[in-house]
């Protein structure tokens, strides 16, 4: 019984060394794989917030007012400041919208969790008459690193014409 039970354990321990370098082969080839030319859509909620003390809680006047969670100023632009969970979509991450344009992820919110995103606008009025709440499939097309800097975003702006895609040079940078 004995001799039965320890060849059955070498045999386990054999075949359970096999599938974990099955598995380790398996998870670095896709690892490796090329992205993908398409950009991963990703269905979201977004609702619209402004600068203001409606959807923020600071005034004119205040030194954070207008200014996001990664230091940039909040602004509706080419490519316009948008909140969203940094766990799903980290600072910096650039998404095309249909409806509302390309946003870059530069801010955080208490109630923006998971798939819920918050899009820039300069009015309260702007945002009930121009978003409301929305189910949207976004478009990620650039991951962000968790950081974002005024130059980049002056740039990216200065270099998206209107109607016209992002150049490639910002998606892979």
Do not use: C
Not at 89 to 113: E, M, Q, R
Not at 133 to 162: D, F, M, P, Y
């Amino acid at each position: 019984m004995a001799t039965s039970f320890l060849l059955w354990l070498r045999w386990a321990q054999r075949n359970v060394l096999v599938w974990l370098a099955v598995v380790v082969v398996w998870t670095s080839t896709i690892a490796a794989l090329p992205a993908s030319a398409a950009p991963a859509e990703i269905e979201v909620v977004a609702t619209g917030y402004t600068a203001g003390v409606e959807s923020t809680g600071k005034r004119p006047g205040h030194p954070g007012y207008g200014i996001t969670y990664s230091g940039v100023k909040v602004r509706r632009d080419q490519v316009s400041t948008i909140a969203a969970d940094p766990k799903l979509f980290p600072i910096g991450t650039l998404l095309y919208i249909p409806g509302y344009g390309y946003g870059v992820v530069a801010d955080t919110g208490s109630a923006i969790k998971g798939k819920r995103i918050d899009l820039y606008f300069e009015t309260i009025k702007e945002v009930y008459e121009q978003w409301g709440k929305r189910s949207v499939s976004v478009q990620v097309l650039r991951r962000g690193n968790g950081k974002l800097t005024e130059s980049w975003l002056h740039s990216i702006n200065q270099a998206v014409q209107v109607g016209k895609p992002i150049p490639q040079a910002y998606l892979e940078s």
